[in-house]
C-alpha cells in the first residue's frame, strides 16, 4: 500500500522535475548552472536516440543517421506544422468525447450543471477554431498593395445594399483569390499605431523614406498614445516598412502587427487579430477542465455512496469493512477507469492552462506581448552589458529621454538613477568589481521597468487595447477627416 502510494509520488514529482528543467533549462537563470546542464543533456538524448535508429539506413554511420533525424525533426517540429493541431484534436475531443457522451450521463446532477458542462467544453472548442481561422493581423505585402486598393474601390462603387451578384467586381475578386481584412486607410491607421521608439523597435536609418513622405505623414501621431510615431525598418521579404510590435513570421511567412508568437496548437500567429480569442480559449479551457475534474470526482463519489464504499469503509451484510487508499485506486480502475484517467488528465491540462494563462496576462497587463518582452530584456541586457560603466549610465540616460517622449507611461525609476563614480576613486566600481557589477544589475532592473511603460495605458485600457484591437479605426478615421489626410 505505502509502495504504491511512494510509487505515484515520485512518478509525479519526476515529471515536475522533468518539467522544471525542459522549461526552466534554457532561461537566464539556469543556463549556466546544473539545471542548465541537465537540460542539455535531456534535449540531445532524443538527437541521440534517434541518430542511432536512423543509422541503420547508413550501415551505422552515426553521423549520417543524427543528420537524417534531424533532417526529420525540423521537418515535424519548427516548420509550420498541422501535425500538432491534429493532435490536439485527437486527444482534447477524444477526452472531451468520453467526458460529454459517456459519464455525463451518468452522474447525478441539476440540469443547469450538465448545461454549464456542455457550454464550457462548446465555448471553449468554438474559441479554439476562432484562433486558428482568424486572421492574426497580416501586413498586406508591398506585392499585394495594389490588388488591396483595387479590391476596396470595387467595394466603394458598388451602390450599398443592392450589389448586383453578376457584376465585375465579385468575378475578379475571386480570381484573384485574396480578400484583404481591412481597406488601406485602415490599414494605415493600423500599422502607425505603435510608436517605433528606437530602443526596443529599431528606426529606419534611410533617410530617403522620410524624403519621400508628405508632411503631414511626417507628423502622424498614434491616435492612442498622441506621440509622433516615426517609422521602422523595411521587412526583406514583405518589403513593407514593419509597423512598431510587428515581427516576420518565418513560418507564415508575413509580417504580423502586434505579434505574440505562433502556436502550433492553433496553426496560427498569437497576434494582434488572434490575442483575444487565445487568451479567452485558455481561461475557458482551463475552467472547463477544472468543471469536468469536479463532475468526474462527483461521480465516482455517487458510485462509491450507492455502493456504501464512501468514508473509508465499506459496509457489506451489515458488517464494516475498513477501505484503504489502495482498495479505492483498485476500484476507480475495475469499475471506473474512463472516469479515473479523465480526472488525471483534465487536472494536469487544467494547471497548464492557468499556468499559461497567468503568465499571458502578466504581459497583457503591462500590455506588452511576449515579443515585445523578448526585445525589452535583450535592451536592457544590451545596456547592462556595455564596456563602461559610464556607457551603461550613458545610454540608460538616453533611453530614459526616449521614454520621456514617447511612452505610455513615463519612466519611473530610470530619473532616480545616479552617475557612478569614478573606478579610480571607488573601491569596486573596477571592472568585475562587487559593487560594478550591482550597478548593472540595477540599471538592467531600471531599464527593464520602465520599457514595460511604453505602451502601458492602465489596466482596463490596456485589456481593452487586446480584446478590441480594432476600436481605434472608429475614432482614428475621424481624426483624419476632420485633418483631411489623404492617402
Ligand atoms: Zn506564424
Ligand atoms: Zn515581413
Not at 451484510?317 to 474512463?338: M, N, Q
Request: aromatic letters at 12%.
Amino acid at each position: 500500500m505505502m509502495l504504491i502510494f511512494g510509487i505515484v509520488l515520485s512518478v509525479i514529482s519526476l515529471i515536475a522535475v522533468f518539467m522544471y528543467i525542459i522549461i526552466m533549462g534554457p532561461t537566464r537563470y539556469h543556463k549556466d548552472g546544473f539545471v542548465g546542464k541537465l537540460y542539455k543533456v535531456l534535449v540531445a538524448l532524443p538527437t541521440i536516440i534517434g541518430g542511432c535508429c536512423c543509422s541503420v539506413c547508413f550501415k551505422g554511420n552515426q553521423k549520417k543517421g543524427r543528420e537524417m533525424w534531424k533532417r526529420s525533426c525540423s521537418g515535424c517540429c519548427s516548420e509550420k506544422n498541422i501535425l500538432m493541431p491534429l493532435f490536439y484534436i485527437g486527444v482534447v475531443w477524444t477526452a472531451e468525447y468520453f467526458y460529454l457522451f459517456r459519464s455525463l450521463p451518468h452522474l447525478e446532477a441539476t440540469l443547469l450543471s450538465k448545461f454549464v458542462s456542455w457550454a464550457l467544453v462548446i465555448l471553449s472548442e468554438v474559441l479554439w477554431l476562432l484562433s486558428c481561422f482568424s486572421n492574426p493581423g497580416i501586413v498586406t505585402r508591398e506585392g499585394d498593395q495594389e490588388l488591396q486598393k483595387l479590391q476596396y474601390e470595387e467595394q466603394s462603387a458598388k451602390p450599398k445594399g443592392k450589389g448586383d451578384k453578376k457584376g465585375g467586381p465579385h468575378h475578379q475578386k475571386k480570381k484573384n483569390g485574396k480578400k484583404f481584412l481591412f481597406s488601406p486607410e485602415e490599414e494605415y491607421i493600423l500599422n502607425r499605431r505603435y510608436v517605433v521608439d528606437g530602443v526596443v523597435h529599431a528606426l529606419n536609418g534611410n533617410a530617403d523614406l522620410e524624403e519621400e513622405m508628405e508632411e503631414w505623414e511626417r507628423d502622424y501621431r498614434s491616435p492612442e498614445y498622441r506621440v509622433r510615431v516615426g517609422f521602422g525598418q523595411q521587412c526583406t521579404s514583405c518589403r513593407v516598412t514593419r509597423p512598431a510590435r510587428s515581427r516576420h513570421c518565418r513560418m507564415c511567412d508575413n509580417c504580423v502587427r502586434r505579434y505574440d508568437h505562433h502556436c502550433p496548437w492553433i496553426y496560427n500567429d498569437v497576434a494582434e487579430g488572434t490575442h483575444r480569442y487565445f487568451l479567452s480559449f485558455l481561461l475557458c479551457h482551463a475552467i472547463s477542465c477544472t468543471w469536468s475534474t469536479w463532475d468526474s470526482y462527483t461521480l465516482i463519489k455517487q458510485f462509491l455512496v450507492k455502493h456504501n464504499a464512501w468514508g473509508w469503509r465499506l459496509i457489506r451484510y451489515g458488517r464494516e469493512h475498513p477501505l484503504k487508499l489502495f482498495d479505492y485506486v483498485a476500484i476507480v480502475v475495475s469499475y471506473h477507469l474512463v472516469t479515473g484517467c479523465l480526472i488525471f488528465f483534465t487536472f494536469c491540462i487544467g494547471i497548464i492552462l492557468y499556468a499559461f494563462w497567468s503568465y499571458q496576462m502578466s504581459f497583457v497587463r503591462h500590455n506588452i506581448t511576449m515579443n515585445d518582452y523578448i526585445k525589452m530584456e535583450d535592451a536592457s541586457m544590451f545596456i547592462a552589458g556595455l564596456p563602461s560603466l559610464d556607457l551603461v549610465y550613458r545610454e540608460a540616460s538616453r533611453v530614459r529621454q526616449r521614454l520621456e517622449a514617447v511612452a505610455a507611461r513615463k519612466p519611473r525609476k530610470l530619473p532616480s538613477l545616479e552617475e557612478p563614480p569614478l573606478p579610480m576613486t571607488a573601491k569596486g566600481y573596477e571592472e568585475g568589481g562587487r559593487k560594478n557589477k550591482q550597478y548593472r544589475k540595477k540599471v538592467r532592473k531600471m531599464v527593464m521597468y520602465d520599457l514595460k511603460g511604453l505602451y502601458d495605458r492602465g489596466l482596463w485600457n490596456n485589456i481593452m487595447e487586446v480584446y478590441f484591437p480594432y476600436r481605434i479605426l472608429k475614432t482614428a478615421k475621424k481624426d483624419m477627416e476632420n485633418n483631411e489626410m489623404r492617402l
